[in-house]
């Protein structure tokens, strides 16, 4: 049971602290958190918003206590606001089923604390429980599906771990007639430079992607994507590797700077349409389906 209650829908963060050559603990907060300054620290210890494992309130000089753990309250000063609606699809005593515009992160993460899908939620059902069974980009529209109660949680997150949920995505990206399509395209994916994206590398396959053209016109085409593996950027790095990058996409092939990839009017293409699984509670076939669409040019 974490040592900090759930705040403003927000839950605490933990550190373990490592060893090191730091006297004081003030030495290693200003070396690990350099955009924090010290009086935020101070007044943090000051109102119990960081404390170790044991409820104890910390100090900015203290021993450095290593191996102990540190419990805080991430804070974001002038978070954007995400002027983009998510929707209800369904709900019941085990499932939340939401369709998650472009531009709001699930979690939070970064510069996103209560601007992300899971606060949001929090705040406007009121499940204290409501946690995400799985995660989309935050650039990445559709379909995402949350665990009501924790009771149950673990026979949907199998479903998951078991690849037995069948996810279809849509995408806009160019069109080229010499791509014999439907294809299955397999590849290596591993962390790359800079750590937030992926590359493609030599060695076994760990990544699955079966690729379907629906439709085309004016040199672009509508396709329908079905990852088999749920690798980091995985349907965003295949298209691009394939020379099919992925419209509005800010990373692959090339990196934009992020005033570039913050354009709220044009959104990376790409829809986790449908989710499609057995329930492991009642054996019931389930299906899902964004009520977004892409629309070619």
């Not at 354009?263 to 509670?281: I, M, N």
Request: net charge neutral; charged share 25%; proline share 8%.
């Amino acid at each position: 049971m974490p040592p900090l209650p759930r705040h403003n829908h927000l839950d605490p963060c933990c550190q373990q602290l490592p060893s090191g050559p730091w006297l004081r603990l003030g030495d290693y907060l200003l070396q690990q958190f350099y955009g924090i300054s010290e009086d935020t620290w101070r007044e943090r210890f000051a109102q119990r918003r960081a404390v170790d494992g044991a409820g104890q309130r910390l100090d900015w000089d203290m021993h450095y206590p290593a191996g102990s753990a540190l419990w805080y309250y991430r804070e974001v000063a002038d978070e954007p606001a995400v002027p983009f609606t998510e929707e209800i699809l369904h709900q019941d005593e085990h499932l939340l089923v939401v369709d998650k515009p472009h531009f709001l992160a699930v979690v939070p993460a970064g510069r996103f604390l209560r601007e992300t899908l899971l606060v949001r939620l929090r705040e406007r059902t009121g499940l204290a429980e409501l946690t995400p069974l799985h995660r989309l980009d935050r650039l990445t529209a559709g379909l995402v599906l949350f665990s009501v109660r924790a009771s149950s949680r673990g026979a949907y997150t199998d479903l998951f771990r078991q690849r037995a949920i069948r996810k279809v995505y849509h995408a806009i990206a160019p069109y080229s007639p010499q791509l014999n399509l439907p294809l299955v395209y397999r590849s290596r994916l591993v962390a790359g430079e800079p750590f937030f994206c992926m590359a493609e590398v030599p060695g076994p396959a760990n990544a699955e992607t079966h690729i379907t053209l629906l439709s085309e016109n004016n040199g672009e085409g509508l396709y329908q994507l079905e990852p088999l593996t749920g690798r980091k950027h995985q349907l965003r790095v295949h298209m691009s590797v394939l020379g099919l990058p992925i419209r509005g996409d800010p990373l692959y092939p090339a990196l934009l700077p992020e005033s570039a990839a913050e354009r709220w009017d044009q959104p990376l293409q790409l829809l986790a349409k449908t989710l499609e699984f057995a329930d492991p509670l009642t054996g019931r076939a389930r299906q899902f389906a964004s009520r977004r669409t892409l629309v070619l040019a």
